[in-house]
């Protein structure tokens, strides 16, 4: 079984600060990660994505991702935000199936970034 | 965004109608999702399709119907809907190889109003 937990539903951050999206996961073999972005009326669109290799991803916008294996981690970082970065953000998780073979995903519940100017 | 495209954007009807939503990407892959995102709640993955084989059904009424006619195309027929049912319905794809895993791409969505 696979699971993901986003334990914020809002976090608030000033313009030009760092930010940090928090996401711990649970899967039976090998985890793979990522992270997408939802803006008002729009659909997901993915950010990054961390399946083997260096822990620290980059994404689009500037942001990065931390793989963290003792953890169980996966947090979303920005060096500075912006306004603009204000929406949902959702970690995702995809395990091979137990049967099929197939990789499903499963989503955190989303946490909602508000960026103050 | 572009990639993944879905008709209507918006719906409303009523309980005893009948309607389909649409569903299709342009981006060569050969998977695909329906998801449901109600207010408060995860999102609900409904149904996969991989290669037009339906690989994956989440224990959805079936009221929900959905069909694959080919790896670009995915409609979810809708019958007798419940004012539950009202949220946004997402599609998605991915390209799905043996052994890889990839990113999925999203459509913009079909905002879903049951009266």
């Known amino acids: 079984a696979q699971s993901v937990a986003q334990p914020e539903d809002q976090v608030n951050v000033a313009e030009g600060n760092p930010l940090t999206v928090k996401c711990t996961y649970s899967v039976s073999g090998n985890p793979y990660l990522f992270w997408y972005v939802q803006y008002p009326n729009r659909g997901l669109q993915f950010l990054l994505k961390?399946?083997?290799?260096?822990?620290l991803v980059k994404g689009s916008y500037g942001f990065e991702a931390e793989f963290n294996k003792s953890q169980t981690s996966f947090h979303l970082k920005k060096p500075s935000a912006l306004v603009s970065d204000s929406a949902l953000y959702f970690c995702a998780v995809r395990d091979i199936k137990a049967s099929g073979g197939s990789y499903i995903p499963t989503f955190g519940r989303g946490t909602s970034l508000i960026v103050h100017p | 965004e572009t990639g993944v495209t879905q008709t209507p954007r918006h719906l409303v009807m009523g309980m005893t109608n009948k309607k389909s939503l649409k569903c299709e990407q342009h981006l060569g892959h050969n998977a695909m999702y329906w998801y449901k995102q109600s207010a408060k709640k995860p999102l609900e993955l409904m149904f996969v399709y991989n290669f037009k084989e339906q690989t994956e059904n989440n224990s959805v009424p079936s009221r929900f119907s959905p069909e694959c006619p080919n790896s670009s195309h995915l409609f979810l027929h809708l019958h007798t809907l419940q004012p539950e049912d009202s949220a946004l319905y997402l599609c998605a794809s991915s390209q799905e190889l043996a052994g890889r895993v990839y990113e999925q791409y999203f459509g913009p969505g079909t905002r879903l109003t049951v009266t």
């Open positions: 961390y399946i083997t290799g260096d822990n």
